[in-house]
């Protein structure tokens, strides 16, 4: 059902009024009582989309920091050029 309606509300601009908030809770609560599991790698709600979510946060975190590092080196080698 979540991806039916994020795909709705996100690629047709069509809102079923529907609180997308909740997926994760309301999907752990219907597989709990049906006494089945959530396949880690289910869109939306499984359990990989967080472990992506933080390699590609730690990933941006390492750029940024690369970055940082880049600039640095070349304003100690030629000087700052915004002065």
Not at 18 to 42: G, M, Q
Request: net charge negative.
């Amino acid at each position: 059902m979540e991806d039916l309606v994020l795909a709705l509300k996100t690629m047709y601009g069509v809102d079923l009024g529907i609180k997308t908030e909740n997926f994760v809770d309301l999907s752990r609560a219907v597989c709990a009582y049906a006494k089945h599991t959530i396949p880690s790698n289910w869109p939306i709600v499984g359990e990989w989309l967080y472990d992506i979510t933080r390699f590609m946060n730690e990933l941006m975190e390492e750029a940024e920091q690369l970055y940082s590092n880049l600039i640095k080196q070349r304003r100690s080698k030629y000087g700052d050029p915004w002065i």
